[in-house]
């Protein structure tokens, strides 16, 4: 492979690109398992009930609160 | 270094960058699906199969079917959740 390819601003860009979404499924899919633990308790029905679904977006929401919360904390 | 650049091979091959992206845009994909794959097995396994008998029952592979197509909705309700709305 011509190596000075591996360097072009293009490439480290596209990397960059890359590194972002990967790192942005992680943290959806990892969120999902959770979330999906605490929050759909019985047999999974023909659709969520609005309680599931709504579960499910304040578990997402009250974990950004929290990382929020641990970030400032770890800064002091 | 790699096969590549041995220097028997005269000038190396040139890969664009657009063929390295291909590449590995295919191989993330893949992680991805495999991953997803992983994780639906072991939820939906644990919500449907809970005690394994002899075969697999009509009510067990309906409740499978329906796992599957929650924990696609569930991905999406939480993707969006983070996304979408910032209070």
């Known amino acids: ?76 | 270094m790699d096969s590549f650049s041995s220097p028997s091979s005269g000038s190396p091959p040139k890969f664009s960058t657009d063929d390295i992206m291909t590449q590995l845009r295919t191989q993330l994909e893949q992680a991805y699906a495999e991953e997803f794959l992983e994780t639906v097995r072991g939820k939906c396994f644990d919500k449907c199969i809970t005690k394994p008998g002899s075969s697999l029952s009509g009510s067990e592979s309906s409740c499978i079917s329906r796992c599957i197509d929650r924990y696609i909705e569930a991905t999406g309700i939480i993707g969006k959740a983070l996304f979408n709305q910032r209070h």
């Open chain 1, 1 to 76: 492979m011509d190596p000075s390819s591996m360097n072009s601003p293009e490439l480290q860009n596209l990397l960059a690109q890359e590194k972002q979404n990967a790192m942005i499924s992680e943290m959806i899919s990892k969120l999902t398992s959770s979330c999906w633990d605490k929050c759909i308790t019985g047999s999974p029905g023909s659709k969520f009930s609005s309680s599931e679904a709504s579960c499910l977006t304040n578990c997402a929401q009250r974990y950004m609160d929290m990382s929020l919360i641990i970030m400032k904390r770890l800064q002091q």
